[in-house]
């Protein structure tokens, strides 16, 4: 997508696509809308595995959402290579899904493949951990804070060239 447009192009990937990239993908699309920017930016999701393709996310990823007024209705997909070379930045969630991405990444990767949490998140906070084995919705909630803070300030960067 985004080497085919004008527009700049965000692929969020954890594990299954089913917590915590969903969550990314609808903060970055929620802050994309309010300021006005969706002719130019493009934004999905993926997962590094196959478990969950065609599934609706983790009812509790979606109820944290609706607590905070975002609709989502996208389906979990798997990461496929061509991705590599349409989007401009591929986002992961932690230290174990950049390895995999650094792994799968074709000859020729032109995306940016980056750490979400490293955009303005505190050292300590910068993992967004994986919630799909945890009991309730607090873990869901810290992930949508973290993917807040995360993705406005890449959005921040990115709109002021200042990403490398």
């Given at each position: 997508m985004g080497k085919r447009s004008q527009k700049s192009s965000v692929l969020m990937v954890c594990v299954g696509n089913l917590c915590r990239s969903p969550i990314a993908e609808?903060?970055?699309?929620?802050?994309?809308?309010?300021?006005?920017?969706?002719?130019?930016?493009?934004?999905?999701?993926?997962?590094?595995?196959?478990?969950?393709?065609?599934?609706?996310?983790?009812?509790?990823?979606?109820?944290?959402?609706?607590?905070?007024?975002?609709?989502?209705?996208?389906?979990?997909?798997?990461?496929?290579?061509?991705?590599?070379?349409?989007?401009?930045?591929?986002?992961?969630?932690?230290?174990?899904?950049?390895?995999?991405?650094?792994?799968?990444?074709?000859k020729g990767t032109t995306a940016k493949l980056l750490i979400l949490g490293n955009f303005g998140l505190k050292p300590d906070e910068r993992i967004i951990e994986d919630p799909y084995y945890d009991i309730g919705e607090a873990s869901f909630e810290e992930i949508y804070r973290q993917c807040s803070i995360a993705c406005r300030n890449f959005l921040k960067q990115a709109r002021l060239k200042q990403i490398m």
């Open positions: 609808a903060v970055m699309r929620d802050l994309v809308a309010r300021a006005g920017l969706q002719g130019e930016w493009h934004v999905e999701s993926a997962g590094i595995e196959d478990w969950h393709s065609g599934h609706q996310p983790d009812e509790r990823a979606l109820n944290v959402l609706a607590r905070h007024n975002i609709e989502y209705n996208g389906k979990a997909r798997v990461l496929a290579p061509e991705d590599f070379l349409e989007f401009d930045y591929i986002f992961a969630m932690d230290l174990s899904n950049l390895a995999a991405l650094r792994r799968m990444a074709p």
